[in-house]
């Protein structure tokens, strides 16, 4: 099982983190299109989420994540598909991910 640290550690030497990290197509492919229209890397577009998420969410968003969180044996990928689908919804990326990854 994989941290958050560790996929945001292997996104640094490669952009195969996103497979690591195991997260659903439909996200990953929105990724790709919203980091090609804001000309970086879909592990750039990644750190720059989890930043944002960090920065700028709004205490319903943490009370979001920390629920979603509770009782997961997979945080760091939980964790992960959150900060990346907030941030996708918050650039207003279409369309939206309907599936949710579970642990």
Not at 56 to 63: G, H, M, V, Y
């Amino acid at each position: 099982m994989l941290t958050l640290g560790d996929i945001l550690a292997a996104s640094r030497r490669s952009a195969a983190a996103l497979d690591m990290a195991e997260l659903p197509s439909d996200l990953v492919d929105r990724v790709a299109a919203q980091a090609a229209a804001e000309a970086m890397s879909a592990a750039d577009y990644v750190r720059m989420a989890v930043a944002d998420f960090a920065d700028f969410a709004q205490p319903e968003d943490w009370t979001h994540l920390l629920s979603r969180l509770r009782d997961q044996l997979d945080a760091g990928r939980i964790c992960l598909w959150t900060m990346v689908k907030w941030r996708l919804d918050a650039a207003g990326a279409a369309p939206p991910s309907k599936t949710e990854p579970t642990s």
